[in-house]
């Protein structure tokens, strides 16, 4: 038996009124969610002086973790552990700092030179512009007739340096105490972050989160600066033996890029090969610097990695590319050290929270279902 037509019209009427509020709720999330990444983005660019030295100081204390904590079973408070790892790191980049030293001047001084051989080495291409530029002044003349005053001439380098070293020095020591408290205070700050939700079910996802970062992002991290070592130990090597200059210089360079999947390797190569143009006599000579690294990278990449990282973190491209980009718009170089261990943080904590476990994703080119949920995949295990 049918129901009246008056029920099922109220019935529809009652429908179309919640599909109409379930879409504006839907407009309203994607606008709340639109507006809090403007916030985001105009607070992280206001207040970069102080957000980029403290994600800094965070990512050193998820590197520097193992190694307080091995001192800690040693018998040594965590207060005292703490203050003997950041020290350490601070006497091995000052020491590194000052082996690097003759090498950054040797490069400000042949600087001209190697300008010059650019020149000449890009006449011939200068040649074929050179209609194509004359052309353009001549628009732009006729455009703009009235004569402009020439720009006022940069600042030189000794008078940047005097002006950026106070805010220099204060950004380090504020990172080097930073670091020491969170090391110290790691596992406070950890049993406060379980207490914090109300509920069971929430203080056993932070749970989890807590477990995953400390485990994933600080033993990821710190297994990866020990490869990067490495790295720049065989980099400078192998530059040794082939007689190429500056080989610790090259070695230092890889390694630090090399923290910045694919995009780092990649801009290392690039620049290899750029100076091995300019400054070798022969094509194999300009070919030698570029095929070391890219060999250094293929046995780092496929072999190293995956014996010491099973579960290797695989970060998709993408992602990295845009983190960077971002990261560098609004802190600067600060950005390009924090970008990718942000982003392995934030894919952490993504996976775990019900609500953005779909969006982690797009973040990782394989998925990962971290102990403890069952919602996502087996298969492709990320890290």
Same mark, same amino acid.
């Given at each position: ?15 179309? $009124?919640?599909?109409?509020? $379930? ?5 309203? +999330? ?90 000449? +080495?890009?006449?011939?291409? +200068? +040649? %074929? ?78 749970? $989890? ?5 400390? %485990? *994933? ?6 297994? /990866? ?60 000579? =300009? ?5 070391? /690294? ?16 099973? *579960? ?12 960077? &980009? ?12 924090? =970008? ?16 953005? $476990? &779909? ?11 971290? *102990? ?12």
């Amino acid at each position: 038996m049918s129901l009246p037509p008056r029920i099922r019209m109220g019935d529809l009427a009652r429908s179309g $009124r919640v599909f109409a509020l $379930r879409r504006d709720l839907r407009v309203i +999330k994607v606008c709340a969610i639109g507006l809090l990444v403007i916030a985001a983005l105009t607070g992280g660019v206001a207040a970069g002086a102080v957000l980029a030295p403290t994600f800094i100081a965070i990512i050193l204390a998820l590197v520097l973790a193992p190694v307080a904590h091995a001192l800690e079973r040693l018998g040594l408070i965590p207060g005292i552990a703490a203050l003997i790892t950041v020290l350490a790191l601070s006497s091995i980049v000052v020491v590194g700092s000052a082996a690097l030293a003759p090498s950054f001047s040797h490069w400000f001084r042949n600087a001209p030179q190697l300008v010059h051989s650019i020149e000449l +080495k890009l006449r011939p291409f +200068k +040649k %074929q512009i050179a209609a194509v530029e004359s052309a353009s002044n001549k628009i732009s003349t006729a455009v703009t007739p009235s004569k402009t005053a020439p720009p006022p001439a940069p600042p030189s380098l000794v008078s940047t340096i005097f002006t950026s070293a106070p805010g220099v020095v204060a950004s380090i020591l504020y990172v080097v105490v930073l670091t020491i408290f969170l090391l110290s205070e790691r596992r406070r700050y950890e049993a406060q972050l379980i207490l914090l939700p109300r509920s069971f079910a929430n203080r056993l996802r932070m749970a $989890r989160i807590c477990r995953d970062v400390r %485990q *994933r992002v600080s033993g990821y991290l710190f297994t /990866l600066a020990s490869i990067n070592v490495g790295l720049a130990i065989a980099t400078a090597v192998c530059f040794t033996i082939a007689g190429i200059s500056e080989p610790i210089l090259w070695g230092v360079a890889y390694g630090v890029l090399n923290f910045i999947p694919i995009i780092g390797p990649t801009a290392i190569i690039v620049t290899a090969a750029a100076v091995g143009f300019v400054t070798a006599d022969t094509f194999a000579g =300009a070919l030698l610097p570029p095929a070391i /690294l890219l060999a250094l990278d293929v046995v780092e990449a496929y072999f190293v990695q995956p014996w010491l990282l099973s *579960r290797r973190l695989v970060l998709s491209p993408i992602a990295i590319f845009v983190m960077v &980009a971002v990261l560098v718009w609004m802190w600067g170089a600060a950005g390009v050290i924090t =970008a990718v261990p942000i982003l392995i943080l934030i894919h952490t904590v993504m996976v775990h929270v019900p609500a953005t $476990r &779909a969006y982690a994703r797009f973040l990782a080119t394989e998925h990962w279902r971290p *102990r403890g949920t069952s919602e996502l995949p087996e298969s492709s295990p990320v890290l």
